[in-house]
């Protein structure tokens, strides 16, 4: 009975390995338990907001397609937000937070005693440094706005080529402040705050809605106005992150005398720096996404008026199964796996890993699924209004439908990023950026040329799948052999079983043909639309039901309200 009041020894403790078999099972079985639900809980909960985010960011390009349509202008300010907005997709999505997370959660871990820094000094000094070197690098950009413009936009005339300079250069200070919201991201993160880091896009989309207001007002050009609401939206991202870091994080609340504190000051710093520079290596790592669609767009600038803006807006459909899923569970597994990690607790780790890549297969294949059914019937009804003509909705369809062989790549590459970067393999990811890279450019010449001319919008997005199915193949062996290396066997099961795929693979055809079947049934554009989405996802998740699903159950139990958040480290 004694024993028994005790606290259960932790995983790896000596009194833990000498449990009997069956009560040691049932402990190991209860923690591997309490991850999942805990990552499924805090992926939820990042989706919540993602979810709000992608719908108001959906509102934000109706209205910019409402106002601009999909011509010369529209092309111009896809041109200049390009940059900015490949930058937000990387840092919003947690690229460079990934960096600095692991870092921190490192830092936390193995530093002890008068070593440890204070980390709200650490804050400072990062803010500091980083926000000196963006400042002179964003002042360089509007210098080499010219330059920038004619890279990002090859195919442009000079009247466009003009506007898209001057576009650029009032986007352009969205840069610092989207890198410094990243940064107070990664210290939120570090202390498992992670509601407020993802509400932040939800503010963004909010200020430049606004902005899109003014210019529908004609207070301002529609084309200036859209691009001063993303500098101020990221500016006001920045300003409540950072706040909310100065408020939470733990600082030392006693003096010290004055050569303990030089001493500590001098470590903070030293520390700074420390983590200040693997972040190039690891943005380019988690940068695969971006480059490739940015080297898209450079193809399609060449392909005539409209291209660009076609596959801008085919791209906005895919941030919302793409923030949902993939990105909110690369973000919630992060944190949990990187402790794992300095803990050498590489079983949990490969169970936390392997956990994060079922549930992104079984909510990615649906997805899949519906958007191929839905996608095109959206893209008329949302689209097809004002300036956007039919033309523009057939070239946006068709770069949609392109797009979707490529999202389970997508998807997935954010957790094996988040375990990439736990397992300090910054050097392996940005290597694998450069051969999706790579990959993408070669596809994308091969596929301009051998096309039929009605399809070439296509190629630039086939090129993208191509790229990303490249990084997903390296990253998947980088982890391979990282865990090798830490002694497990190369035998040990960690990837998503084929019976586990198939299952979900039935659930995602079973949603697919529900909402096909009901579009075809219902002739009203909205009802058929949204009888279909409503009705694939519950022919999913009845088949997922009906197949016993385990991982389907951790997410159901997920969702469910609890009076106590399970914590995952």
Known sequence: MEGRSESPPAIGSERHNTLPYTEKHIHTTKHKDALNTGLAHTAVLLGFF????????????????????????????????????????????????????????????????????????????????????????????????????????????AAQNTMTVTLLRICLPYIPAAFMAALSMAFLHSINVFWLPA??????????????????????????????????GGIAQWLMQWLAVRHLLPGTAKRYPETDATKKHIFTVRYAWNCLRPIPAGMLGAA?????????????????????????????????PL???????????????????????????????????????????????????????????????????????????????????????????????????????????????IASALMTLATGLVLLKCLPEKLTIMAPALAVNTGMWVQTGILLFTVHKALHAQ???????????????????????????????LLILVQNLWTGIGLAIVGGITAWALVLLALHDADFSTLLVSVRPQRKYIRHD
């Open 50 to 157: 993602a979810l709000v985010s992608r719908l108001l960011g959906l509102v934000r390009d109706l209205c910019m397609a409402w106002l601009l349509g999909g011509g010369a202008v529209a092309d111009a300010l896809v041109g200049a937000m390009r940059l900015p907005h490949v930058l937000r997709r990387l840092l919003g999505e947690g690229s460079l937070s990934m960096t600095l997370t692991a870092s921190l959660v490192h830092l936390a871990r193995q530093t002890q005693g008068n070593n440890e820094p204070d980390m709200r000094a650490l804050a400072y000094a990062l803010n500091i440094r980083l926000g000196a070197i963006l400042c002179g690098l964003t002042i360089l950009g509007m210098l080499a706005a010219p330059w920038l413009a004619t890279l990002l936009a090859p195919g442009f005339d």
């Open 199 to 232: 509400f932040s896009p939800v503010l963004f989309n909010c200020v430049i809605l606004s902005f899109a207001g003014l210019g529908a007002l004609n207070i301002l050009s529609p084309a200036w106005a859209l691009a001063t609401g993303m500098t101020f």
């Open 288 to 320: 695969a996404p971006q480059i490739a669609m940015l080297l898209a767009m450079t193809m399609a600038s060449n392909l005539g008026q409209g291209h660009m803006a076609a596959l801008y807006y085919a791209e906005r459909f895919l941030e919302l």
């Open 323 to 433: 923030g949902f899923i993939g990105v909110c569970l690369g973000m919630a597994s992060l944190p949990a796996l990187s402790r794992l990690a300095a803990q050498g607790a590489m079983e949990q780790f490969m169970e936390q890993l392997a956990t994060a890549l079922r549930l992104t297969l079984l909510c990615i294949l649906p997805a899949i699924a519906g958007l191929w059914v839905v996608g095109p019937r959206l893209v008329e009804g949302m689209f097809c209004h004002g300036a956007f003509d039919d033309m523009a909705t057939h070239a946006t369809g068709a770069a949609l439908l392109a797009y979707l062989p490529g999202l389970p790549a997508l998807a997935v590459n954010r957790p094996l990023l988040a375990a990439c970067n736990a397992l300090s393999m910054t050097r392996k990811t940005a290597a694998s950026t």
């Open 487 to 517: 002694g497990i066997p190369p035998n040990t099961h960690w990837l998503p079983g084929i019976t586990q795929v198939l299952r979900q693979a039935v659930a995602a055809v079973a949603a697919g043909v529900s909402a096909w079947l």
